[in-house]
């Protein structure tokens, strides 16, 4: 299996049959060197610098329907919230002087939050924030609508396929949504020119390892410029409430292999991985993932936005306790650093 791990450092790609079966066959011992090989990589191109972002979670209503989803439209239980432009703007600032210069504006697909205001806000934020970078992750829309977002100034966008296969996104979501129309919305994104990150939730229901290999063929064929991955963990509101989480070891084995497929691609540690164990964050980094993306949202709204249970949001991963991020990153021997992070090796327009 070392072998299969080599060839993924030298050529970048396996085979399906050969992800496969480096999947299926991970082990602490395997991990270890899969680590050791991501981790060169990583510093080949990012030293032991981690890239911060500031995650503002600017609205939770949702229109969709997504079953692994706690923001899901027909969830009663959920709290709705929706942030005001100045309100998001008074993250931006606290952000901005607390050493971030990347905004990621997270949200439901919320029709109140339409292209106008979409617009309106990151003009607002690149207007007074002209060096930092915006990120959007807010759902699928036409390829007009990003354009105008691209025009107003935003830099990047975030939108995980979830699955590559057609059977198991239909198995995930309602028959409204499909792979088809996601896939389309992520080239879309890339042809416009975003910086764009795909990716999946480990572990989620239904998930085969053959899913998984196609999950990695689709991110080599795409080449995206951040892959967000984390477990899957159940919402106690929606209807895979009864459904198992996926693994800490199988979601950093698989942050090793996306490291060497992908070597200059930005790899955030994820909140769900912080929120499946203690020091899941740090184990992340220690796989090959290089960002962080800490909770600026007012800390008000912060437990509504409940995509999952249990997801930590008010320890170490709120940016208001940065210091202790950044000790814990120097800890594991690496230093969070204050710059905008563009992927290494990416022209900038
Ligand atoms: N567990 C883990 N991740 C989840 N997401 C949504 N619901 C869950 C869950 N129950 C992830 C999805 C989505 C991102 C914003 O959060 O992958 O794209």
């Not at 990003?146 to 396929?161: K, N």
Request: hydrophobic share 35%; proline share 4%; net charge neutral.
């Amino acid at each position: 299996m070392k072998s299969l791990i080599d060839k993924l450092e030298r050529e970048q790609i396996l085979s399906r049959e050969e992800f496969i079966s480096l999947i299926e066959n991970h082990n602490p011992e395997l991990a270890g060197y899969l680590f050791e090989r991501a981790l060169a990589v990583r510093h080949r191109h990012y030293g032991h610098d981690v890239y911060i972002r500031g995650l503002i979670e600017f609205t939770n209503y949702c229109k969709n329907d997504c079953f692994y989803c706690g923001l899901r439209a027909s969830n009663r239980n959920a709290q709705r919230y929706r942030l005001s432009q100045e309100q998001i703007m008074d993250c931006c600032r606290e952000g901005y002087r607390l050493g971030f210069r990347t905004f990621v504006l997270q949200g439901g697909e919320d029709p109140w939050y339409n292209t106008d205001r979409i617009e309106d806000l990151v003009r607002t934020i690149k207007s007074e924030f002209s060096d930092c970078a915006v990120t959007l992750s807010v759902g699928e829309h036409p390829r007009e609508v990003y354009q105008r977002w691209y025009d107003a100034g935003a830099d990047r966008y975030l939108l995980r396929h979830e699955t590559a296969t057609a059977k198991h996104y239909s198995m995930l979501h309602p028959a409204n949504l499909s792979l088809e129309n996601r896939l389309r919305c992520l080239w879309d994104l890339k042809e416009i020119g975003y910086q764009v990150g795909c990716g999946i939730m480990v572990g989620s229901p239904g998930q085969t390892t053959e899913n998984i290999a196609d999950d990695l063929l689709f991110m080599a064929k795409f080449q995206p410029d951040m892959v967000g991955i984390g477990p899957f963990i159940p919402q106690h509101d929606t209807p895979f409430r009864d459904k198992t989480a996926g693994t800490l070891e199988l979601t950093v084995f698989l942050l090793g292999i996306i490291r060497l497929m992908l070597p200059q691609v930005l790899l955030p540690s994820t909140t769900a991985l912080g929120t499946i164990h203690p020091t899941g964050r740090e184990q992340g980094i220690l796989a090959g993932a290089n960002v962080c993306m800490p909770n600026l949202s007012p800390t008000e709204v912060r437990e509504k936005y409940a995509l999952y249970d249990n997801k930590i949001c008010t320890g170490d991963e709120a940016a208001q306790s940065l210091n202790s991020l950044k000790k814990r990153m120097e800890s594991i021997g690496y230093r969070v650093v204050e710059s905008r992070g563009d992927r290494a090796g990416r022209m900038i327009q």
